[in-house]
Nanobody, 124 residues
Framework: QVQLIESGGGLVQAGGSLRLSCAAS????????MGWFRQAPGKEREFVAT????????FYAESVKGRFTISRDNAKNTLYLQMNSLKPEDTAVYYC?????????????????WGQGTQVTVSS
C-alpha cells in the first residue's frame, strides 16, 4: 500500500511558477507509475501528466505540454510537478496518484492510490 501527501500549492499570478511535491510512503515507490491529475470547481477530474517507474518516460496533457514538467526522485520517494507560465485556467485541486501498471497511463481508474490534493490558484 502507498500513502501519498501533496504539498506546494498556493496562490500565484498568471505567468508565475509553482512546484508541487508528492511524498510517498513505502519501500517500493520506484515500482509505481505515477501521475498528476487536477479538478477545477464544477468540472470532472482530468489527467495532467504521468511518469514511469524509473523516470525515463513521461506523457502530458496537451493543455500543459511545454509548461509543466513531471519528475521523480526514487531515492527520496518523491514525485514533482514543476508548473511554469501558469494560467488562470490551471486553477484546480491537484492530486498525485500511483498506479501498479508498468507503462504510462492517463486513465484515473488505473491509479489505485491517491493523495488528498493541494489547491493551486492562479490569478489574472
Amino acid at each position: 500500500q502507498v500513502q501519498l501527501i501533496e504539498s506546494g500549492g498556493g496562490l500565484v499570478q498568471a505567468g508565475g511558477s509553482l512546484r508541487l511535491s508528492c511524498a510517498a510512503s513505502g519501500r517500493t515507490f520506484s515500482a509505481y507509475t505515477m501521475g498528476w491529475f487536477r479538478q477545477a470547481p464544477g468540472k470532472e477530474r482530468e489527467f495532467v501528466a504521468t511518469i514511469n517507474g524509473n523516470g525515463g518516460n513521461t506523457f502530458y496533457a496537451e493543455s500543459v505540454k511545454g509548461r509543466f514538467t513531471i519528475s521523480r526522485d526514487n531515492a527520496k520517494n518523491t514525485l514533482y510537478l514543476q508548473m511554469n507560465s501558469l494560467k488562470p485556467e490551471d486553477t484546480a485541486v491537484y492530486y498525485c496518484a500511483a498506479s501498479r501498471l508498468l507503462g504510462l497511463t492517463t486513465r484515473d481508474r488505473t491509479y489505485a492510490y491517491w493523495g488528498q490534493g493541494t489547491q493551486v490558484t492562479v490569478s489574472s
